[in-house]
């Protein structure tokens, strides 16, 4: 059975500081993808990671993947109040199953 | 497009009533999944579609739990009977053919009383 795990599962940062989430997970896969989520509102894909070493950018944040080491990266640069949100990697099994596995999400707060 | 459409957004039952939600998938994609959020268990796949046939239906609780895809553009989610440990989010998701992420309706929040 796939497992992702996320961590760390809550994160208080200050305004204008860097931090990574970090996105494990149990057998190969080389599909992964972000999604953020706002309280009580949908999943927003964020980024979609295809191949080994991809790496995807936006605004101030910045994902990548490496399938070696089954592990994928969140890093937030100089952080703002808007990045509050939970964030989500899920992972794919490929094949012809196009099942997503979620990890349990990132809860970040960004004060100011 | 509208996106994924899901109805009802909020969902009050007693314990032991039939609860039906709705999904109206994005249209021409082929995937449709239903998902479970809970605090305590995060988010579950429940079911998925593909060309509205059910292919993993491993993730749902138990029998007390029903869905169908009866065409491209609609997907039910039974409930029946309820009970107010199933009282969570609930999301719709579609994809299309293809390796491209899935895209998620604004969830059902159903609460068991």
């Known amino acids: 059975e796939l497992k992702v795990e996320q961590n760390p599962l809550f994160l208080s940062m200050q305004e204008g500081k860097n931090y990574t989430i970090y996105c494990n997970y149990s057998t190969t896969s080389d599909r992964l993808y972000w999604y953020r989520q706002d309280p009580g509102k949908s999943l927003e894909s964020l980024f979609v990671?295809?191949?080994?070493?991809a790496v995807k950018q936006e605004g101030r944040l910045m994902a990548s993947l490496d399938t070696k080491a089954r592990l994928s990266t969140l890093h937030i640069t100089a952080a703002v109040h808007d990045l509050s949100a939970t964030y989500f990697c899920?992972?794919?099994?490929?094949?012809?199953?196009?099942?997503?596995?979620f990890g349990k999400g990132t809860l970040l707060t960004v004060n100011p | 497009d509208a996106g994924v459409i899901q109805s009802p957004r909020h969902e009050v039952t007693e314990m032991g009533q039939e609860v039906t939600l709705r999904c109206k998938p994005i249209?021409?994609?082929?995937?449709l999944f239903w998902y479970r959020q809970t605090m305590m268990r995060g988010l579950e796949l429940l079911i998925y579609?593909?060309?509205?046939?059910?292919?993993?239906d491993s993730g749902m609780p138990e029998d007390r739990f029903s869905a169908k895809m009866p065409n491209a553009s609609f997907s039910t989610l039974k409930i029946q009977p309820s009970e107010p440990r199933d009282s969570a989010v609930y999301f719709c998701a579609s994809r299309p053919t293809g390796v491209t992420e899935a895209f998620f309706g604004q969830g059902t929040r159903l609460t068991v009383v």
């Open positions: 249209s021409g994609h082929n995937s």
């Open positions: 899920a992972v794919e099994k490929g094949g012809s199953n196009y099942k997503l596995t």
């Open positions: 990671l295809l191949s080994n070493g």
């Open positions: 579609f593909n060309n509205n046939v059910p292919i993993d």
